[in-house]
């Protein structure tokens, strides 16, 4: 049986200079830029009171 991701994927477009931006900031985080784009979206939205649930 082949192994399958159960995550959802989901592309999105980047404002000029984001992308650079984010890259920077995941290498000092040492974390990929995946990882930091979903670390900011946690704390954005604990911020705003929403709580996200993971599966895993």
């Known amino acids: 049986m ?5 995550e959802d994927k989901f592309m999105m477009r980047l ?3 984001w992308r650079d ?3 920077v900031e995941a290498k ?3 974390r990929s830029m ?3 784009i979903l ?8 911020i705003k009171g ?5 599966t895993s």
């Open 34 to 36: 995946n990882a930091e």
């Open 39 to 46: 670390a900011a979206i946690e704390v954005a939205m604990r």
């Open 2 to 6: 082949q192994n399958r991701r159960i």
């Open 28 to 30: 000092k985080s040492h």
């Open 50 to 54: 929403v709580r996200l649930e993971s």
């Open 15 to 17: 404002p000029d200079g």
């Open 21 to 23: 931006a984010i890259k």
